[in-house]
């Protein structure tokens, strides 16, 4: 299938405004006849089932923590970008979307992220009506600060819990309907399959996780909303329960998955402290808007105390390296910054793997009392996890696993390669390119599922007609779908070997890390993609997965969830090692400047790769969706 | 460290729960309890028998997932801490530790240390919210919300839907929760115009779930991991009167 990625004609700046025109409309008084399957309940999810609701759809929302609320949306801590231009400095609609490309390193689809710019300012006015209690000036208007990749202060926060605000007013404006009898809410469900009728996606196989019923859903469409696949790595900033089953299974049923290569490694992460470690936890990137970032410039210095080490003896390798964006370089950028300073010995630290990330000056310059005020919260979580108070010595800080730009390809519309299946928010692919800039990713589930999900599912919907046969969950595909996750289920309850899911996990997790986390070459991913279908066997032979299906089983739903990993790892290493460029947080070592800085190659890889699944023993097949720059002129990327 | 855990299981509502005794070695001071929870758990398993439940997601102190009674004092005890960011240099070694659920009529228990607490959903849709519909919103600098209001507003907004206000009062009552939703709502000016209907539906609809009445003890305020402060209690009556003699 040729990869048509709908992308409206005419003028950038008008092909919004033009394709919502030519879009189909469902009048309202039809819009009931209408099922939306929504799979997830963070920004995206529950910003979408609510919109949808609000329409007049009737809508299905599943999720599988025991509420909404609780979905990894809510843990994003520095804020939320928007091309208001209030603090008068600069900004517009077209900057915002010039640096989102920039930061994206010239691989996401400029008209996308047009729109996103273009929404964006939709989105903070959206919020505010919903009663999300952003910081204020002492004149009671929204206070903006700025972020990595940008020279503006666009980003509007909720002290360090923008997440959770943002999540909060769609958690509301989705309880709301379902209160109001309009969206039905499935917590402590999860999806296990994706039913494809005639080629369209008509429902969904879900396990309820408290009793283990396995159950059919059907719909006129459904749409994933399930997040990143970060937890491949075993450790990383996501929840526990993050995975990438919902858009794997899909993947399986034919929506071809874009991408993978593109992971983001955040800078500022709390460093491993062990063998137990089971998630690493962020310090927001709004630190580093008055932290300085260091290591000892003599490798005999770094097991001193840090405030022993003279400043003439420190090296602030982020300003020296980049002076006019500093502290604030782009997150690829700083961790590959802070990874070579610690391959070159220079690490802090236990196992000399972190940096310092120093607040010294800011008290000196502000007063702790500002400082308190500004990131109280980060310090006292800091505290919580290290023991150390980070107004009296440098925070330790490292590169950590923490978002995913790739995921499901989507069209212009959000639309998978299958007929109604639409992916929203962190589970598509769609508009951060190789690299997402800071305070962009709740931008783009709420831009998805407010503002743009809404009107392109009507279009699908319109397509159907209103005398659209109405799916059935006693349709044949539904029963098969049913069966085929009953005995996924059984097969890996049967097993009852010797090593725990866990183990596997942390296995996977680390030859991934190693092979195909910050920087990756050729031989190593050729080595990883030798040893995860050996892992994988190894898994389906020797797992022990205790309890039955018909209860609450989290190592259940857990050996699952990795299963999917061992199959979707592999992809991953395939898409790194077909992508012979390095580009935003896809690291290539044999493809670098001499300066060390990523070396792209548009001429060869200036493409979106989506990949087909052709079955269990074959190789997946690639299609490639060129990306044309008509607005901005693709050049290296320099923040120094 | 070494550490002897009492830990309630349960296998479902029905059926009859008790303490099992578990072991917990070479616990190290650097974990999280969770994770030292985890490392008990990978244990359990080797010996093929049932892991220990437990709710948690994000383990950062947010989500509000991770529940737990720890020593009875909901999350453990350790000021605005929840149980997935204590760490176990609190403890000490020998020390024994009794974990158990959050106990309510309200939360109906699902397994071992696993509590439903879809009651407090269940507030949040009878009016946890401002009535207003995607798009069409004014400009979000349209109207000035005082810094004082706004700040305010966001520490009762802090909430993070735990329920360990719940777990730690005599009564099982849920004010502080319905407090902080209806104090964050009510406080802001885009709030004022459902102040009266929130809440009286989100107090009748705590009520209709079965939590108890609050006698201003303040056990809740002290667990609350988000450290929410009992003035919202104060506050929540007052809107909650003011609707009343308006007969709303």
């Known amino acids: 299938m040729a990869l048509d990625s ?81 603090p008068n400095d600069g900004d517009s609609v077209y900057r915002l979307f010039y640096d989102t490309i920039k930061g994206g390193d010239f691989r996401a689809r400029e008209a996308n992220v047009y729109r996103l710019a273009q929404v964006s300012v939709n989105i903070i006015d959206q919020c505010v009506a919903q009663g999300v209690p952003f910081a204020r000036e002492y004149g009671g208007l929204l206070d903006n600060r700025s972020f990595g990749g940008a020279q503006v202060s666009r980003t509007f926060y909720a002290r360090g819990q923008t997440g959770q605000q943002l999540l909060l007013g769609a958690y509301q404006a989705l309880s709301r309907q379902i209160g109001l009898g309009n969206v039905q809410m499935y917590p402590r469900t999860e999806m296990l399959e994706l039913v494809v009728i005639d080629g369209h996606a008509k429902g969904i196989v879900v396990r309820d996780l408290v009793t283990g019923e396995i159950s059919s859903h059907a719909g006129d469409a459904v749409v994933l909303g399930t997040g990143g696949y970060g937890n491949v790595f075993y450790l990383s900033t996501n929840a526990k329960g993050c995975n990438v089953t919902a858009t794997w299974r899909a993947y399986k049923k034919g929506a071809y998955f874009a991408n993978p290569c593109y992971t983001q490694i955040h800078p500022t992460c709390i460093p491993v402290s062990g063998e137990h470690q089971s998630k690493l936890t962020l310090m927001s990137e709004s630190l580093r808007n008055d932290g300085r970032v260091w290591v000892p410039k003599k490798k005999e210095d770094c097991g001193k105390a840090p405030s022993s080490i003279p400043d003439a003896d420190r090296d602030y390798f982020l300003e020296r390296k980049y002076p006019s964006f500093g502290n604030l370089a782009p997150r690829d950028i700083s961790s590959r910054a802070a990874k070579e300073a610690c391959d070159d ?13 120093d607040f010294a000056d800011a008290i000196k310059r502000l007063g702790e009392d500002k400082v308190r005020e500004r990131y109280s919260n980060l310090f006292d979580m800091y505290e919580k996890i290290t023991g150390e108070n980070a107004y009296r010595v440098p925070m330790r800080i490292y590169p950590a696993v923490h978002y995913t730009m790739g995921g499901s390809w989507v069209d212009y519309n959000l639309m998978s390669s299958l007929p109604g299946l639409f992916v929203v928010g962190e589970a598509n692919f769609s508009d951060h390119g190789a690299n997402r800039l800071g ?67 942390r296995e996977l997790g680390k030859l991934l890390w190693e092979k195909c986390g910050m920087a990756r070459n050729e031989a190593g991913l050729k080595e990883a993609l030798q040893r995860i279908p050996a892992l994988r066997e190894e898994f389906w032979k020797n797992v022990n997965v205790t309890g039955e299906n018909g209860e609450l089983n989290q190592n259940l739903e857990y050996a699952g969830r990795v299963a999917d990993f061992m199959e979707f790892g592999e992809l991953l290493c395939r898409d790194a090692l077909h992508r012979n460029e390095s580009c935003g947080g896809h690291f290539r070592t044999e493809f670098q400047h001499p300066d060390g800085e990523a070396k792209r190659d548009d001429e060869n890889f200036s493409y979106v790769g989506a990949w ?25 990327r320099s923040y120094k | 460290m070494n550490l002897t855990l009492k830990v309630w299981r349960q296998s479902n509502a029905n059926s009859t729960g008790r303490f099992e005794t578990y072991e917990a070695k ?88 696993v509590v439903n607490r879809s009651s407090f959903d269940r507030i949040i849709q009878s009016g946890g919210f401002i009535s207003v519909n995607t798009g069409g919103t004014p400009d979000g600098n349209a109207i000035p919300v005082p810094k004082t209001d706004s700040d305010l507003a966001m520490d009762a907004a802090a909430c993070i839907g735990c329920g360990a206000c719940v777990a730690a009062c005599k009564n099982a009552s849920a004010m502080l929760f319905v407090a902080a939703k209806v104090s964050h709502l009510n406080l802001l000016p885009q709030g004022k115009a459902e102040k009266d209907r929130r809440a009286l539906n989100m107090v009748h609809q705590m009520d209709a779930e079965g939590f108890g009445n609050c006698t201003v003890t303040g056990s809740c305020e002290a667990v609350c991991p988000k450290e929410i402060s009992l003035s919202f209690i104060a506050k929540m009556n007052r809107d909650y009167g003011t609707a009343t003699l308006k007969g709303k």
């Open chain 2, 26 to 113: 070479d616990v190290l001071p650097d974990m999280s309890f969770l994770e030292m929870l985890d490392v008990v758990n990978e244990g359990i398993i080797e010996r093929g028998q049932e892991p220990i439940a437990f709710d948690s997601d994000c383990r950062e102190g947010i989500c509000g997932m991770c529940s737990l009674v720890i020593n009875g004092i909901p999350h453990g005890g350790h000021r605005g801490t929840a149980t997935c960011q204590l760490h176990m240099r609190h403890f000490e070694d020998g020390q024994t530790i009794t974990i158990e659920p959050w106990r309510a009529k309200a939360f109906p228990l699902l397994k071992d240390l």
């Open chain 1, 345 to 357: 010995g220079r690490g802090v630290g236990p196992g000399g793997l972190g940096v310092y990330l």
């Open chain 1, 612 to 636: 087909e699944y052709q079955g269990p023993d074959k190789p997946p097949v690639l299609h490639k969706e060129p990306l044309v720059y008509e607005e901005v002129h693709m050049s290296t």
């Open chain 1, 6 to 86: 709908k992308i409206p004609s005419g003028p950038i700046a008008q092909k919004w405004d033009k394709h919502k025109f030519d879009l189909k409309l469902v009048n309202p008084a039809n819009k009931r006849k209408f099922d939306v399957i929504v799979v997830g309940s963070g920004l995206a999810g529950a910003s979408a089932a609510a919109t949808l609701a609000e329409l007049g759809y009737k809508v299905k929302c599943f999720c599988f923590q025991d509420s909404p609320r609780r979905a990894h949306s809510i843990a994003a801590q520095g804020g939320i970008n928007a091309a208001k231009n209030y």
């Open chain 1, 439 to 505: 305070a962009s990713a709740l931008m783009q589930g709420l831009a998805d599922g407010y503002f743009v999900l809404p009107y392109t599912i009507g279009n699908y919907f319109a397509g159907l007609g209103v005398k659209h046969e109405k799916p059935t969950s006693s349709h044949p595909e539904f029963k098969k779908a049913e069966e085929a996750v009953r005995s996924l289920n059984n097969k890996l309850l049967s097993i009852k070997g010797k090593r725990t899911v866990t183990s596997f996990h």
